[in-house]
């Protein structure tokens, strides 16, 4: 068990002072080719992988994802009379937020591709872990990068909640990825996101500027674009950044 070495653990109120917003950043590239699926679909991963806990439809050429945002597993921040309640760990504190149950809906393109332009991910929503709880960046409110404050409010699963009790992930944990090569879920371009591993068992050496590269993964044997967890230890904290950076694809709706 990793313990944070403070002398107060903050209560990461600084994500609790923020609210969603978008924000693009220019980065001109030449667009990728290499994002084909194969004889393999978007959709028939995405209708696969998910749980029960998330609705999924599908309308011309995008597919849509709808869940209450409330994890299956354990975690320090439902009420101490839900099942699925535990006690934080040892050397970690809770910020003032609950689980809170959420509406969220998102739509990713079945065929995804390479931006021209790429847009940073902003606070906020930026993709949907296979269970229907959001993934968020590596950001915090006032767009500031995580700190180890807030990081000491993460329960075993990398997580906490956010204004309006918008439980998220930020990090890999116990329930979606820690060294493996496991699909986590989809961001909002649709490009599917993985653990710090390859399906090979290796850490991937070819990772560009957005974290991913194309290749094959179990889901996709004939290639996809797809994002790794990041493999550096983030401020020797022991904790592994799921997605910093901009988008690859152009990225659809997340409404809650």
């Given amino acids: 068990m990793i313990k944070l070495k ?3 653990l903050a209560l990461g109120l600084s994500c609790l002072a923020a609210t969603a917003c978008d924000k693009s950043e220019a980065d001109s590239v030449t667009p990728d080719t290499t994002t084909s699926t194969g004889t393999t679909s978007v959709t028939s991963v995405v209708q696969a992988k998910y749980t029960s806990a998330v609705t999924i439809s599908t309308s011309g050429s995008s597919i849509t994802l709808k869940s209450n945002g409330t994890p299956d597993h354990p975690t320090p921040y439902y009420a101490t009379t839900n099942p699925l309640w535990e006690a934080q760990r040892t050397g970690y504190t809770l910020n003032p937020g609950t689980v809170g149950v959420q509406n969220y809906s998102m739509t990713i393109p079945t065929e995804p591709a390479a931006a021209a332009t790429k847009e940073a991910t902003a606070l906020g929503p930026i993709g949907m872990a296979l269970n229907g709880v959001a993934i968020y960046n590596d950001q915090e409110g006032g767009n500031k990068a995580l700190d180890t404050g807030v ?9 906490h909640p956010g204004p309006g009790n918008t439980y998220h992930y930020h990090v890999a944990g116990d329930f979606t990825t820690k060294d493996d090569a496991n699909l986590v879920g989809f961001l909002r371009d649709g490009f599917p996101i993985y653990g710090r591993k390859d399906k090979d068992g290796t850490y991937p050496a070819n990772l560009d ?8 993964t179990t889901e996709f044997a004939s290639g996809i674009y797809h994002y790794h967890c990041s493999n550096v230890n983030y401020l020797s904290t022991g904790v592994y950044v799921l997605k910093s950076g901009s988008y690859y694809g152009t990225k659809g709706t997340f409404t809650f």
């Fill in 6 to 8: 403070l002398p107060a």
């Fill in 151 to 159: 990081i000491g409010s993460f329960d075993r699963a990398g997580a």
């Fill in 209 to 216: 500027a957005y974290g991913g590269h194309t290749g094959s």
